[in-house]
């Protein structure tokens, strides 16, 4: 299935988008150690954003296909740009924090459905990507 998304710059570095199915929008904005203001997400930062967004997704569709309550559930992922050129993403450690009544023998299916995220698969495999869950809600 393709997807339109087209883009048109705003200038001061910033890039506005749209999702053709939807007309939702958003914006991009260089971050402050590349030249821009930081005043919302970067590029890179959505691939970060991506990446959590899409592991959720799938875990949520899991639960709720098995009939399991993720109410709560968050996740926390830190962007790290690597320092030497090439410019590039070079780390995004992701911590899960899901509910505690998850039942032992559902909780490998969930985390198994995160790590095949289409967005985890498409990522360059030098990028690090620890992933940590917790059962700790």
């Known amino acids: 299935m393709a997807v339109e998304i087209t883009g048109r710059y705003l200038g001061a570095l910033r890039v506005e988008m749209t999702h053709g199915p939807s007309g ?3 914006q991009t ?26 592991m959720m997704t799938l875990m949520g569709i899991v639960a709720q296909r098995d009939g399991l309550d993720l ?33 032992a023998e559902a909780r490998p299916k969930l985390e198994r459905a995160a790590l095949t995220c289409p967005v985890h698969y498409s990522l360059h495999p030098d990028i690090e990507s620890k992933v940590e869950f917790l059962y700790d809600l």
């Open 24 to 26: 939702a929008t958003l």
């Open 71 to 103: 109410s709560g559930a968050h996740f926390r992922i830190v962007k790290h740009m690597q320092t030497t050129s090439p410019r590039r993403v070079a780390s995004l450690p992701i911590t899960f924090h899901l509910p505690g009544h998850i039942p």
């Open 29 to 54: 904005v260089a971050p402050t150690d590349n030249q821009g203001d930081g005043s919302c997400f970067s590029p890179t930062d959505l691939v970060a954003a991506a990446l959590g967004s899409c």
